[in-house]
């Protein structure tokens, strides 16, 4: 199979293959692809490394240009240089939070587990949140057990869709893998990590009653979940803005004139 | 005010954000007393706050029944301001 890109409407791949294929790209003998390490104003302040890949190709992701072409983007950090990196934005910016974010931080799984670990041992860093997709996760138990006994590790599960069909739509993954992240919600609240679930229901991009039935589908699974569900909002990025021209969404009928500051 | 209605008040007030801010910020600026159960969660955002205590096995009953109050009033509620009809375990 040719590697995914940027989708195209009614475009689908197996995400645990494009997992294995990315993977192929941006890990090598433990190290990982990041493009960036800095801190962010968001969580109050977090200092962040920047990875590159991810499994899934969701029209509405906001990271840039290294998801769709991760050959291009980057460069190779072991865990430990990883975690340097990671506590300097910390002390440099005079934050006790971190995470990975931008592509998927489960890809790499040799690599995280170690970074993890490393984090654990170090007393700039008071948590550390994972913003996962849960296809991994959910795949694998055994990848939920691996961090469920780091004392450190807080888990944000981003779920894309509440029906498998708008789950292909939006992120080119075959439907028969839909239940995979909330497999991996499942997992987390048996494995009692902390943790707590977010989903795109911006209602540009999920209509109202799959909204209803992705909360209910939560609720079914747990109640605490479904209430402190945080909901995602689409908004302008470059990276946004390209993805929807190439799956075959208008971004100015999108987001307005207003939305995009053109008016 | 009573945990209860504090874990209720936050998860209202977090329903669509509460990243960017601390417990303590939004709690102060809507005039919440940060519950004595959640000293110590006051700097991280509210909903990673809750998140946290609702993996402490003792917190977890109250924090269950009162979401399920929560989310009853959500889903009765839809985009029009019409109750779904919805019916929550």
Known sequence: MAYPRMIKRGERFDPIDVARQTERIVCRDGARKYTAFYATGVYGGIATGYVVGCCLRCFFCWTDFSRDFPEAYGKYYTAEEACENIVRAARRWKVSKARISGGEPTLCRKHLLELLELIEERDEVKLFILETNGILFGADESYVKDVAGLKKVYVRVSLKAGEPGAFEARTGASREFFELPFRAVKALLDHNVRFHVAAMTDPRIMPSEERRRLIERLAEIDEFLAANLEEEVCDPYEGTLVRMQFYGLNPIEFFGREGLGTT | ?89
């Open chain 2, 1 to 89: 005010m009573a945990l209860r209605d504090a874990i209720k008040a936050l998860l209202e007030l977090t329903e669509l954000e509460g990243e960017d801010v601390a417990l303590k910020s939004l709690c102060s600026a809507f005039g919440i007393e940060v519950p004595r159960e959640l000293m110590g969660l006051e700097d991280l955002p509210p909903r990673v706050a809750l998140a946290i205590a609702y993996a402490d096995r003792e917190l977890r009953p109250l924090l269950r029944k009162v979401a399920s109050e929560v989310l009853r009033e959500k889903l009765a509620r839809s985009p029009m301001g019409r109750p779904l009809g919805v019916k929550i375990k």
